[in-house]
Structure formats: structure tokens, C-alpha cells
């Protein structure tokens, strides 16, 4: 009888121990994994998919410092890509922004600096008086930018974040989730991948020009993750005595992107350590693999009435799939569907019919097919000598 129960014991341990990492559509089947995380509240997510690799309490509200000013970088980037501000603009620096605790680059009131300088400020030395000065500048005020941070959190989804301020001061009301960093993080580096270019400066310097001439000012990371970790390239620090030590990190390898957030971490090397465990684990067991590349020529369509006669159709956008190293030698499959042929006039990048992409007998995502060049509709001349061609 004990021989029988002994059994059934093994048996049920080793079923707890069975893993499955396959993702289909990015969907994983379970995220039962032995990672041993001390900080209260961590993720570790794909940024490319979203795809939530490991968490610990990743919804639970806590207070995030520094990390904050992820949505203050966000936001000063869509506001330069929308036209409304530029990266030559002047910022003049006001007494409410000069007179910003904490972090700072000890900006004085009246002062003018770029907004690709204040955004560097941000960036590397996490400076709240920069951070206030770019909310001041963008929207008129610092209240009127948090509104606009909030709204930007409503729309990607950040369900357990309200924002305060622009620069992480503590506030018993202002209030974020791992999650939530991480979902802000991935936004920030997808659109502006351009970021990376200061988030991964170790140590520069900025110019002060005030009333007493131009004083130099050197800079130096809050975040030495890239300085140490293969692939790092950045992205957030954040300490107060309430929230504790925070990081949002960032790192890339062939092709893989991976965000690693730690909240509430009791040090400096505990903070690093532990993202730097997240982003080990994603690295050695998930990859990507591609399916075909934008751009390539999967076929020809019959134009009719068209000059020329055909044109060449091509894949709109690539994919690229999430997958447990385990499958990275297995492919993607598509089936083409286009028409026999379309009428003309063809307008460049014209839907002309959609490529469908399989992975393991399952459908994973679709692109447009579209026209590689213009078609115009034929004369009455250019047809009739096509006929006669045809003819003689």
C-alpha cells in the first residue's frame, strides 16, 4: 500500500514540474516557473507582443519614484512628433520648476535650455526640475501635463496608476503597478526607439547659462544596467525612501526585446540583480522567428485594361512570433490568396489580397498584400495595339 501512495506522490511532483513554453499567437500556456524574485512586485515582459513572461504582485499599487517620468519621456516625444514642439525649442526654466527637490540638474528660474537638453536631463540624470520644466513647456502647467499623463495611462491601459506629478515625487496619491511600467516602457521604446540614444549616455555634460555665465554641469546615469548587462539599453530608475529602489529595464538580443521591472527592491544590487535574473530567464528560453520579410514579392496579378499588363504584388508587413527556444528551428507557414487579375488604374501599396501566416497548424496573424507600383489605365491606342500584337 505505502509502495502505491509513493507512487502517486512522485508522480504528482514531477507533473508539477512539467513546463510548457509554447506560444501561439503569443498566448502562453503557463508561467509556472522557479524564479526566485525578493522584490515585492516584479514583471518581465516581450516588448514586441506584450507578452507577460514572469510576475510577482505585477497589478499591485505601489509607489514608483522616478520611474515616472517614463510617461513624462513619452509624452515629450509625441509631442515632438506631432510638431508641436521641437528639439531646438527654448525652454525657459520657471521658479516652480527651479524649485523642484530630489534629483535635479539645478536649473535656475529664467534659465533656457533645449528641449533635447532638458530631455537628456531627464533621461540620465532623472532630473525632477527638467521633468517640470518639459510638463510647464508642453502643456502651460504641471497640473494640465498630468492630466495628459493620465489620459496616456487610460489609453494603454494602465488600470492601477494615478499620476500626481511629472517627475516621481512622492505623493501618497500617485500610485503605479509593474505592469503598468512595463506597459508604459514598451510604448516608449516601440514608437520611439530613438530614446536608447540617451538612456544608454553614461556620464555628459550640460551647459548653465545664468546670470553669472555659463557653468558646466557634468551628468551621470541612474542606471548602470547597460554599463554591465549584454544587451541593456536602458530605461528607468527610481528610488524614495516610501517607494524604495525601482527599475524599468530594457535589453535586446537578436531580435528579442525584453522589459524587466522591479518595484519596492530593498537595494541598489538587489534592484539590478533581480532584473537582471528576469531578463536571463527571457533570454534563454524564449526567441523569435520570422515569418516573410516586408517588402518580398510573393506573386504577379493580371491587370486588366492596365499599362503595363501585371503587377508585381508584395507583403505590407512582416511577422515575427514569440516562441519557447524549444521551437526555434520550426517555421512559419503562409498561404498567399490573390486574385486571377484586378482592373486598372493600381495605386502603389493598392490591397490586393492578404498573406495568412501558420504556426504548428495554427493560424497567427495576416498582412495585406499590396501593390509594388503604380498602373495606369491604358489608352484606347496602347490597348488596340496590344490586340494587334496578340493578332499578327
Known amino acids: 500500500m505505502w509502495k502505491k501512495r509513493l507512487s502517486i506522490i512522485i508522480v504528482f511532483i514531477l507533473c508539477l514540474n512539467i513546463i510548457s513554453y509554447d506560444f501561439i499567437k503569443g498566448e502562453e500556456v503557463t508561467k509556472e516557473i522557479a524564479l526566485d524574485i525578493e522584490s515585492p512586485s516584479a514583471v518581465l515582459m516581450e516588448a514586441k507582443s506584450g507578452k507577460v513572461l514572469f510576475e510577482k504582485n505585477m497589478n499591485e499599487k505601489r509607489f514608483p519614484a522616478s520611474t515616472t517620468k517614463i510617461m513624462t519621456l513619452l509624452l515629450i516625444y509625441e509631442a515632438v512628433e506631432k510638431g508641436q514642439i521641437s528639439w531646438e525649442d527654448k525652454v525657459v526654466v520657471s521658479e516652480h520648476a527651479a524649485g523642484m527637490g530630489g534629483s535635479q540638474v539645478f536649473l535656475e528660474q529664467n534659465e533656457e535650455q533645449t528641449v533635447l537638453t532638458m530631455t537628456k536631463c531627464i533621461a540620465v540624470a532623472s532630473a525632477n526640475d527638467a521633468s517640470v520644466a518639459m510638463a510647464e513647456h508642453i502643456a502651460g502647467s504641471e497640473e494640465e501635463f498630468v492630466k495628459m499623463m493620465n489620459e496616456k495611462a487610460k489609453q494603454l491601459g494602465m488600470k492601477n496608476t494615478n499620476f500626481v506629478n511629472s517627475s516621481g515625487l512622492h505623493d501618497d496619491a500617485h500610485v503605479t503597478s509593474a505592469y503598468d511600467i512595463a506597459l508604459m516602457s514598451r510604448e516608449l521604446i516601440t514608437r520611439y526607439p530613438e530614446v536608447h540614444k540617451l538612456t544608454t549616455i ?166 495585406d498584400i499590396v501593390a509594388a507600383d503604380n498602373v495606369k489605365k491604358a489608352s484606347f491606342k496602347e490597348m488596340l495595339n496590344s490586340l494587334l500584337k496578340r493578332w499578327y
Not at 522589459?259 to 533570454?283: C, D, H, P
Request: overall charge positive.
Open 202 to 367: 553614461w556620464q555628459d555634460n550640460i551647459i548653465h547659462k545664468t546670470r553669472r555665465g555659463e557653468e558646466e554641469f557634468g551628468l551621470t546615469n541612474t542606471n548602470n544596467l547597460f554599463k554591465w548587462y549584454q544587451g541593456a539599453n536602458g530605461l528607468k530608475t527610481g528610488f524614495t525612501p516610501e517607494s524604495m529602489y525601482c527599475l524599468s529595464g530594457t535589453a535586446e538580443r537578436d531580435g528579442l526585446s525584453l522589459i524587466s521591472v522591479v518595484m519596492g527592491s530593498k537595494s541598489k544590487q538587489t534592484r539590478n540583480s533581480e532584473v537582471a535574473k528576469m531578463l536571463n530567464y527571457g533570454f534563454a528560453n524564449f526567441t523569435i522567428i520570422k515569418g516573410d520579410p516586408a517588402g518580398k514579392v510573393v506573386g504577379t496579378v493580371e491587370v486588366a485594361k492596365g499599362n503595363p499588363k501585371t503587377v508585381d504584388c508584395i507583403i505590407k508587413k512582416d511577422i515575427q512570433l514569440l516562441v519557447s527556444k524549444k521551437l526555434a528551428n520550426e517555421k512559419i507557414e503562409s498561404k498567399i490568396e490573390l486574385p486571377e487579375y484586378i482592373q486598372a488604374p493600381i495605386t502603389k501599396d493598392m490591397k490586393l489580397g492578404e498573406i495568412i501566416y501558420f504556426f504548428k497548424g495554427k493560424e497567427v496573424g495576416r498582412s
